[in-house]
């Protein structure tokens, strides 16, 4: 079955989100295999960001990102990865849609990087290779 790479970001775990945030991905039908709270260090981040390297908002998010607690996690079931792309909404949470993470949870705060809750995988490929980082030999 199919596997994608849950991330809840530094600001929804200091904003207490964490619970609300994995019950809609669990009453979503989704089985969640691991989850780990941890704070992620610049070399984990760049792997995870490689994509990303030299736009402009790349090193505010790594910045961000190791701010301070992330809760990693893998969840299964058939076409999770796009159906974990509709439950969180669009990367900006001021256009996402009410009923997504990001719509009814997420706002913008005015800084460099759009503080977004979430991220999840968007292919088979980036989901195996970002499950690999963070947890290894899963
Ligand atoms: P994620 O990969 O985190 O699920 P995404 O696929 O919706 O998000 P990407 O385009 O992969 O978005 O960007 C990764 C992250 O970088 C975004 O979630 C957001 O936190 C930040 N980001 C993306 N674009 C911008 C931007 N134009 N300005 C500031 N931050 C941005």
Same mark, same amino acid.
């Given at each position: 079955?199919?596997?994608?790479?849950?991330?809840? *970001?530094?600001?929804?775990?200091?904003?207490?989100?964490?619970?609300?945030?994995? @019950? @809609?991905?669990?009453? *979503?039908?989704?089985?969640?295999?691991?989850?780990?709270?941890?704070?992620?260090?610049?070399?984990?981040?760049?792997?995870?960001?490689?994509?990303?390297?030299? *736009?402009?908002?790349?090193? &505010?998010?790594?910045?961000?990102?190791?701010?301070? &607690?992330?809760?990693?996690?893998?969840?299964?079931?058939?076409?999770?990865?796009?159906?974990?792309?509709?439950?969180?909404?669009?990367?900006? &949470?001021?256009?996402?849609? &009410?009923?997504?993470?990001?719509?009814?949870?997420? @706002?913008?705060?005015?800084? *460099?990087?759009?503080?977004?809750?979430?991220?999840?995988?968007?292919?088979?490929?980036?989901?195996?290779?970002?499950?690999?980082?963070?947890?290894?030999? @899963?």
């Amino acid at each position: 079955t199919e596997r994608t790479l849950i991330l809840i *970001k530094p600001d929804g775990v200091r904003r207490g989100l964490v619970g609300e945030i994995l @019950r @809609r991905v669990e009453a *979503k039908g989704y089985t969640l295999t691991s989850v780990e709270l941890r704070t992620a260090d610049d070399d984990l981040l760049a792997a995870h960001y490689a994509e990303h390297e030299g *736009k402009p908002f790349y090193a &505010p998010l790594v910045e961000f990102m190791g701010s301070g &607690p992330v809760l990693a996690a893998i969840a299964e079931g058939n076409r999770v990865i796009e159906g974990f792309r509709a439950l969180a909404g669009a990367t900006d &949470p001021t256009a996402a849609l &009410p009923g997504t993470v990001r719509g009814d949870l997420g @706002r913008d705060w005015g800084l *460099k990087v759009q503080q977004n809750l979430v991220h999840g995988s968007d292919s088979v490929e980036s989901a195996e290779r970002e499950i690999g980082l963070w947890f290894p030999g @899963r």
